[in-house]
């Protein structure tokens, strides 16, 4: 399989479940990112990952807790969310010593918070 | 500063007309200004991107158009056709990090009608 894989591709949840999302990259890229697209908003950056490192952490709540244990697999751990985290969560790939700008998405997780 | 603003928020244009979609910034230090496609149930795409050294890039129907002392760019599809209906987002990124921080417009919904 190529591109950027993400599992599962819907997700409800309650607020007091703990569940995560799951990404995986074929194309060899060495950052990983979280990003949150809710509706009429911007995409917003969560969490970086460049070189397994984590290098970004824009004010995410600790509920989000991210984890990435080699370049091609990164996880998004989710516990006590609330209603308004419901959003759809994209992962993405770059090659950060090329520039990285190009971005390589999955195809995300659409995530209810009950 | 590193907002990037875009609009329209929605557009509707009748099959073979142009769509018109526009963006500004206010970080000089973006040097890379890409726009992404998505379609409902997909992450963004990589749809075509441009450098401030250049005024214009055309790849097929999809040009960019740049204008660096006005800190605006915008992005021109000709012959727009209902295949090309989904939600454009301009974006900038300054590529000064060993990953790049891409900012995200809020996007424009285009809808395409026979």
């Known amino acids: 399989e190529t591109g950027v894989t993400q599992t599962p591709r819907h997700l409800v949840m309650g607020m007091t479940n703990k569940k995560s999302l799951k990404c995986e990259q074929h194309l060899g890229h060495n950052a990983m990112y979280w990003y949150k697209q809710s509706a009429k908003k911007p995409l917003e950056l969560m969490f970086v990952?460049?070189?397994?490192?984590?290098?970004e952490n824009n004010s995410v709540p600790s509920r989000f807790s991210p984890e990435c244990p080699n370049s091609s697999h990164l996880f998004l751990h989710l516990h006590t969310l609330q209603p308004e985290d419901s959003a759809l969560y994209l992962c993405?790939?770059?090659?950060?010593?090329?520039?990285?700008?190009?971005?390589?998405f999955g195809s995300g997780t659409q995530l209810s918070v009950l | 500063q590193q907002q990037v603003k875009q609009s329209p928020q929605s557009l509707i244009v009748q099959k073979g007309g142009i769509s018109i979609i526009n963006c500004a910034y206010e970080?000089?230090?973006?040097?890379?200004f890409p726009w992404y496609q998505q379609f409902p149930g997909k992450g963004p795409a990589l749809l075509i991107a441009?450098?401030?050294?250049?005024s214009e890039k055309k790849e097929g129907r999809f040009t960019i158009s740049f204008n660096k002392s006005a800190k605006q760019f915008s992005l021109h599809i000709m012959d727009s056709q209902p295949g090309d209906s989904a939600t454009y987002f301009c974006a900038a990124s300054s590529g000064k990090t060993s990953y790049d921080k891409v900012i995200f417009g809020p996007g424009t919904s285009l809808s395409v009608i026979p």
């Open positions: 441009i450098r401030p050294d250049v």
């Open positions: 970080n000089t230090a973006f040097d890379y």
């Open positions: 990952y460049s070189l397994e490192e984590r290098v």
């Open positions: 993405a790939s770059s090659q950060a010593d090329r520039g990285g700008e190009k971005l390589f």
